[in-house]
């Protein structure tokens, strides 16, 4: 089987009743961060996402607001 490479990862974390503490572990981690002071692409490395992306290869992240939550997009 042939393997394909990803150049772009769109994460979207967001606040819902779906989850035990009513958002995402990633948006947690990301609200985390900023609480930290790290800028909104720094906060989105630290969450499980950023690292997963990070470790395979993806280099650049820009996050964008939505109504609930933030959307990351990962990138090469």
Known sequence: ???TEAS???AT???SPI???GMS???IQYRKGLSNKL???QAAWQTWSG???EKHGF??????KIENGVQAVFTK
């Open 59 to 64: 280099t650049n992240v820009t996050v964008n």
């Open 51 to 53: 690292r997963q992306a």
């Open 1 to 3: 089987m042939e393997q």
């Open 19 to 21: 989850y035990k503490n």
């Open 13 to 15: 974390w967001v606040e």
């Open 39 to 41: 800028t909104d692409k």
């Open 25 to 27: 572990d990633n948006l």
């Open 8 to 10: 772009k990862f769109t």
